[in-house]
């Protein structure tokens, strides 16, 4: 069950890192934030179904990543 709660979250922020996508102002900043959509999931799929402790570690680490997302990409510097 915890699991499953981690990758929903995980599915929650990948849906807005695309959404950051679309909202890319250049092709680079796509890719930014592409990058970081598959970084993020990489790290989630390394997490180990059975290890409680690691699961609870990535849901905090992910759930102070939602928080702190705004509904519209950030702004890159150029």
Request: charged letters at 25%; zero cysteines; hydrophobic letters at 45%.
């Amino acid at each position: 069950m915890a699991y499953d709660a981690l990758l929903e979250l995980a599915t929650r922020i990948g849906g807005r890192y695309v959404s950051w996508v679309d909202q890319a102002p250049s092709e680079a900043a796509g890719r930014h934030w592409t990058y970081a959509h598959i970084e993020m999931q990489r790290q989630v799929r390394q997490v180990d179904p059975n290890d409680a402790e690691a699961i609870e570690a990535k849901r905090a680490e992910l759930r102070e990543l939602w928080a702190t997302m705004p509904a519209h990409a950030p702004v890159m510097a150029a």
